[in-house]
């Protein structure tokens, strides 16, 4: 059984740093792309990052790129995103999601993030 | 930007009626549509794949359908845990959203 288990979210302040890590299992992760999709309160679906099975190529939204970055460790089975200068704008549950060719086929249950003083 | 724009943005049913959702998108894209749904307080579910592909373990009432610019998830005969919002998704070009339809218990 595909599981994906995001952790490391919670509140913080504006301006400083925040990282999610997600751990995979059930299928060989090495061998899949990965991604976080992210969802404001109430709003809907945002896509923010994907990296490919071997970290060798990474596409991130416009509105994060240079301040968050996807990387993942495939001896661990462990996706992260390093979110840095965070705005409130980023406050949202983040979902780590298994990436096949742009279409997102399992999901993990969502960890919070709050950004705000 | 490729723009996917869902409608209706909600849509009031009763159980064993079916039903079938929107989604626009901008520009042609031809078949690279998915459709999700997520449950209230819960993760999003793969429902359909390129516009019209099944997906293993989803329920065969939902279908999709549509190529270029327009596209339809319909739903034979919805059951009480159908009630839920719906999302589409391209894959053309980059990764975008539509903005969701609920679909809610009249």
């Known amino acids: 059984e595909v599981q994906l288990v995001e952790s490391g979210g919670g509140l913080v302040q504006p301006g400083r740093s925040m990282k999610l890590s997600c751990a995979a299992s059930?299928?060989?992760?090495?061998?899949?792309?990965m991604a976080w999709v992210r969802q404001a309160p109430t709003k809907g679906l945002e896509w923010v990052a994907t990296?490919?099975?071997?970290?060798?190529?990474?596409y991130y939204r416009d509105s994060v790129k240079g301040r968050f970055t996807i990387s993942r460790d495939n001896a661990k089975s462990t996706l992260y995103l390093q979110m840095n200068s965070l705005r409130s704008e980023d406050t949202a549950t983040y979902y780590c999601?298994?990436?096949?060719?742009?279409?997102?086929?399992?999901w993990g249950q969502g960890v919070m993030v709050t950004v705000s003083s | 930007n490729i723009v996917l724009t869902q409608s209706p943005a909600t849509l009031s049913v009763t159980p064993g009626e079916s039903v079938s959702l929107s989604c626009r998108a901008s520009?042609?894209?031809?078949?690279?549509i998915h459709w999700y749904q997520q449950k209230s307080n819960e993760s999003p579910r793969l429902l359909i794949k390129?516009?019209?592909q099944s997906i293993s373990g989803i329920p065969s009432r939902f279908s999709g359908s549509g190529s270029g610019t327009d596209f339809t998830l319909s739903i034979n005969r919805v059951e009480s845990e159908d009630f839920s919002i719906y999302y589409c998704?391209?894959?053309?070009?980059?990764?975008?959203f539509g903005g969701g339809t609920k679909l809610e218990l009249k």
């Open positions: 998704q391209q894959s053309y070009s980059s990764r975008t």
């Open positions: 520009q042609s894209i031809s078949t690279s």
């Open positions: 999601t298994r990436d096949i060719l742009w279409v997102f086929d399992y």
């Open positions: 990296i490919s099975y071997d970290g060798s190529s990474t």
């Open positions: 390129y516009a019209s």
């Open positions: 059930g299928f060989t992760f090495s061998n899949y792309g």
